[in-house]
């Protein structure tokens, strides 16, 4: 390597290292901004084929569809109750009738609760893992081309992490 090659290699290794870096807020919805919000004639999933082992949950997601877009641009969510301290989550496509699975729900994530905008694909869960309802998770999920990724998991005890706002107790979480 030549003496020009090598300090100009050296300089740039240098500046590379130096700057700073960044980590994107898993728990911050301005991070997973969508930039469309579908506005078209809402789809209705097939529950006679592709989205038949939704049927028994057809009425309660139909209606909540009908109610419009409220995630990542295009999606409805769907919560209910399946006894006491468990509820399903099902994601609904506005645009082309397909429902998805969230991750979390039913009886192993009691109390559970959602954070999630209309311009955002990230989806706060917050659920307790005790049965005295004492400790709970909040989680980031990141829903992309009709996929969940986790993003971060947090634990804590407390109402100012385990009631109201999700987003709020993932703040109060981190010490923020």
């Known amino acids: 390597m030549t003496r020009t090659k090598g300090f100009v290699f050296a300089a740039m290794v240098t500046i590379a290292t130096q700057a700073p870096v960044q980590a994107a807020d898993s728990f911050d919805f301005s991070e997973h901004r969508v930039d469309r919000v579908f506005q078209g ?3 209705l999933p097939d529950f006679k084929k592709r989205d038949k082992d939704f049927g028994f949950f ?3 997601i139909t209606n909540e569809m009908r109610e419009g877009v409220t995630f ?3 999606y409805s969510v769907v919560q209910f109750g399946c006894g006491t301290g468990c509820t399903n989550v099902v994601v609904a496509n506005n645009r082309t009738g397909q429902l998805y699975d969230f991750p979390r729900g039913g009886e192993f994530n009691q109390a559970l609760t959602l954070g999630f905008q209309l311009n955002s694909s990230l989806m706060l869960a917050r659920w307790y893992t005790d049965s005295l ?3 709970c998770v909040i989680e980031a999920f990141v829903f992309e081309e009709g996929k969940w ?4 998991a947090l634990a804590g005890k407390g109402e100012e992490i385990c009631e109201g706002d999700v987003a709020a107790g993932a703040t109060n979480a981190r010490g923020f």
Request: aromatic share 6%.
């Open 41 to 43: 004639k809402l789809r």
């Open 58 to 60: 057809k009425t309660r």
């Open 72 to 74: 990542a641009g295009e």
């Open 133 to 135: 309802w004492e400790t």
């Open 149 to 152: 990724i986790a993003k971060e």
